[in-house]
C-alpha cells in the first residue's frame, strides 16, 4: 500500500520518481486544483506546453496523453483519470497576479510553492514556464475567451501519470479561490508506487 | 518612411525596439505566418504565453491584446492587426519536431531561427518557451482538439505592436509547410518606426 502525503492548503512538496515510477494526485475533499512542474534529474529536459500541444493535439489532456519536455521528449504519461478536465494554459498564480488583479499582497501563491519545492530538490527553479493545472476546469469559448470553472473532480478523485524518465517533481495545492470553486482552499495528496 | 526588412524563407532576425517604438509585422505574399520572441533588454524579462492567457483571458490575441512576461509586465501591446487570428499555443517547429513527426532531419526550423538570432542581440537563448505565432491559424474544437489551418493573412496585411519595454526581439519565417497553406514557405517583412 502506497503511503500517501498531503500537502496542506496553499502549499508545495518535492519528489522525485524513478523512471516507470507512478504518481497518483489526489483531491481528497474534492472541487481542489493544483499545479505539477518536471524537469529531468539531469536537469536538462523541463516541462513544456508548446511541446505536449504540439506532439499531443489537443490542449485538454487526459489518460492516454503524455506529458512533454523543452526536448521533445515524453516526461510523463497520464494512465488513469478519473477527473478528466485539467489545465495547461494558465501560468501558475504568482505574486504579482494577486497584486495586479485582485489587489492582494504576500497571498500564497503556487509560483512560489513550485520553486519553493524545486530548490529543496536542488533543481535551477527559474525561469518557471506553465506548469501542468491538474484538475484545474478551464473552458475555451469559440471566441477564444478564457471561463475558469470549478474543478470537477470529487472528493477522492485522483489520477495517475507515469515517469517515462527519472523526474524532479514539484506540486503545489493552488491558494486562487477563483480556481476552486469560490470557497477555502483545500489540501491535496499524493502517493508514489 | 520606415525601412522595411525582408526575412527570407525558413530564416530569422533579430532587432531591438525601445520602449514606445512600434514594430510592424507584414506578411507580404500572403499565406505566410511566424513566431516572434521578446525578452526585455536587461535579460530578466522573457515573453510568457501562460501569464497572458491570464491577464488577458484569451487564447485568441488581436489588437487591444498584450503580450506579457514571465515577470507579470506587458512586453508588446498588440495596437493594430489586419489578419485577427494568430496563435500562442504552439511551441516554435523545431529539429526535434521534424524528425519525430515527419521523419526529416536537417530541417531548417523556427527554433534555430530564434535562438540564433537571440545570440546576435547579446541575449540568452536558452529555455526558449513558446514564442508568439503571428498569423498562425489554430482553431480549438470543442473537445480541446487543434487543428492548424492556413493562414488568414492576405498579400500585404500586416499587424502592429508597440514595445511597452526596451526588448530585445527574435523573428522567424516559419518554414513548416502544413502551418502555412501546405505550399513552398514565403518571406516575412518587417518594419519599425
Not at 81 to 93: I, K, M, N, Q, S
Request: net charge neutral; charged share 20%.
Amino acid at each position: 500500500m502506497p503511503q500517501r502525503k498531503l500537502i496542506p492548503p496553499g502549499h508545495g512538496d518535492g519528489l522525485c520518481l524513478s523512471r516507470g515510477q507512478h504518481l497518483r494526485l489526489i483531491d481528497p475533499e474534492g472541487g481542489q486544483s493544483g499545479d505539477l512542474f518536471a524537469v529531468s534529474l539531469d536537469g536538462r529536459q523541463r516541462l513544456s506546453n508548446g511541446r505536449t500541444f504540439d506532439f499531443g493535439g489537443t490542449v485538454y489532456l487526459s489518460a492516454g496523453n503524455q506529458l512533454w519536455s523543452d526536448q521533445s521528449e515524453p516526461l510523463l504519461t497520464i494512465v488513469a483519470d478519473e477527473v478528466g478536465r485539467h489545465d495547461f494554459l494558465y501560468a501558475p498564480c504568482n505574486d504579482d497576479m494577486y497584486r495586479k488583479q485582485y489587489g492582494l499582497t504576500n497571498h500564497r501563491n503556487c509560483f512560489s510553492s513550485l520553486t519553493e519545492a524545486l530548490r529543496t530538490l536542488g533543481v535551477a527553479p527559474l525561469p518557471l514556464p506553465t506548469a501542468f493545472n491538474f484538475f484545474m476546469n478551464v473552458d475555451i469559448d469559440a471566441n477564444g475567451k478564457l471561463h475558469i470553472r470549478a474543478p470537477k473532480s470529487r472528493a477522492g478523485a485522483s489520477m495517475v501519470l507515469r515517469a517515462e524518465l527519472d523526474l524532479a517533481i514539484a506540486l503545489s495545492a493552488c491558494p486562487a479561490s477563483t480556481c476552486n470553486g469560490g470557497g477555502a482552499t483545500k489540501p491535496l495528496a499524493y502517493e508514489v508506487f
